[in-house]
């Protein structure tokens, strides 16, 4: 099969970079697709972070210390952008009206302010496609929870529960970054940086929250700062946002919970869904598994736990019978960017990338967060333009 290259510039040369990389290589594992992505430019103000990729990618031409310069280069189609949340606004708006399709990492913006900024921009250029970077849902097991939704398998919806939980931050020790700063971070804390992968699914369903009311901790609040010394930290650790979902046809609670400190999680994303008619759950603690509970009246109520095979979004070389893992969900999420730029609405399969829409619609939740924390009473979140 003959496959359109698309060319890639990498904006952040950090870990999440390098897992592009990682899937790039990987292309090969990849089935029946009709695209592949080509890394040919790389950009990062620390040299040591571009050098790793002229070591490791031979495709790499265009080295850079300046964004702009890259944005200047006619070999790149599209961005990977992976900066501090205080970056996106100028960044992703540079991109986009440089005319570069782009991924971009989550929150698209520091606030709801910075989002509109990327929002504007991208009304002025529709014919670049901008996706934002969500990985968690390409797990097969969640991709069978995406199914019996739109199969409308759940009755009437009793409950929700979405959240995103990793312990990363309980070592006290661990120094300080940009994550626990304000300035480069936001104030939305750990719902701006993990609060996209939790709301993916639900936005993606349909069910926008009507209300939140938050409860926000900071459980540690000095760290490290490399220096010999302590610095203070400026932002949530963990989120719970309890919701109240309208909509128009049923009404129903949903829980989410964004978890920087949540003690032996290394990296655990979760959704469940409980209604009349079925209920079911995934996580990937336990990747290999999805469990569902179908219901009739006067009927027996058991679950049912079931093996999830190796059968993702698109085709790959790995037999069903073998674990599906974190590095495959990225290799989806960046066919589905590839698959969606180079064919548009006759994709290979229909599940796209997380949309700005949905990002903007996080912006909703996470704002009114904030100010339901301020004034610990619950907030009304408005829906319309």
Same mark, same amino acid.
């Given at each position: 099969m003959a496959k359109k290259t698309i060319r890639f510039g990498i904006i952040g040369c950090g870990l999440m970079g390098k897992e592009f990389a990682s899937a790039a290589a990987r292309w090969l594992h990849l089935t029946n697709v009709n695209v592949e992505p080509q890394i040919v430019a790389v950009c990062d103000a620390n040299p040591a972070a571009t050098a790793w990729f002229q070591q490791n990618i031979p495709s790499v031409k265009g080295v850079y210390a300046d964004y702009r310069e890259l944005l200047e280069d006619p070999d790149v189609d599209a961005v990977y952008c992976a900066v501090p949340h205080n970056l996106h606004a100028q960044l992703y708006v540079d991109i986009i009206r440089a005319g570069k399709h782009l991924l971009g990492e989550k929150p698209f913006g520091i606030d709801a302010d910075a989002n509109a900024k990327i929002a504007a921009a991208l009304g002025e250029r529709p014919d670049v496609l901008v996706r934002c970077s969500s990985e968690f849902p390409f797990f097969p097991g969640a991709q069978q929870i995406v199914q019996w939704v739109n199969e409308g398998r759940f009755g009437r919806i009793i409950e929700v529960e979405a959240g995103f939980w990793h312990s990363s931050d309980l070592d006290p020790t661990k120094p300080i970054n940009w994550k626990?700063?304000? *300035?480069? !971070?936001?104030?939305?804390?750990? +719902?701006? $940086?993990?609060? +996209?992968?939790?709301?993916?699914?639900?936005? @993606?369903? *349909?069910? &926008?929250?009507?209300?939140?009311?938050?409860l926000l901790s900071q459980i540690v609040s000095e760290r490290p700062d490399g220096k010999g010394g302590e610095a203070p930290c400026e932002t949530w650790d963990n989120a719970i946002l309890a919701c109240d979902v309208d909509t128009g046809a049923q009404q129903f609670p949903m829980m989410l919970s964004m978890k920087r400190i949540a003690p032996g999680h290394a990296n655990t994303w979760f959704i469940r869904i409980q209604g009349t008619a079925f209920s079911a759950e995934f996580t990937t603690k336990n990747p290999k598994q999805v469990a569902s509970l179908p219901y009739e009246p006067g009927g027996p109520q058991a679950w049912h736990v079931i093996?999830?095979?190796?059968?993702?979004?698109?085709?790959?070389?790995?037999?069903?019978?073998?674990?599906?893992?974190?590095?495959?969900?990225? =290799? &989806?999420?960046?066919?589905?960017?590839?698959?969606? =730029?180079? !064919? @548009? $609405?006759? +994709?290979? &399969?229909?599940?796209r990338c997380a949309t700005p829409a949905e990002a903007a619609g996080s912006h909703r939740v996470f704002t009114a967060a904030l100010a339901s924390q301020r004034t610990g009473e619950t907030v009304t979140i408005d829906w319309r333009d």
């Open positions: 626990r700063r304000i *300035g480069t !971070n936001g104030e939305y804390g750990c +719902m701006g $940086d993990l609060g +996209m992968h939790v709301l993916h699914l639900p936005l @993606r369903f *349909g069910w &926008q929250p009507r209300s939140v009311r938050a093996d999830a095979p190796y059968r993702s979004a698109y085709e790959t070389i790995t037999g069903g019978i073998f674990e599906f893992g974190f590095s495959d969900s990225i =290799l &989806q999420m960046w066919a589905a960017f590839c698959d969606e =730029l180079a !064919n @548009r $609405d006759s +994709m290979t &399969q229909p599940f």
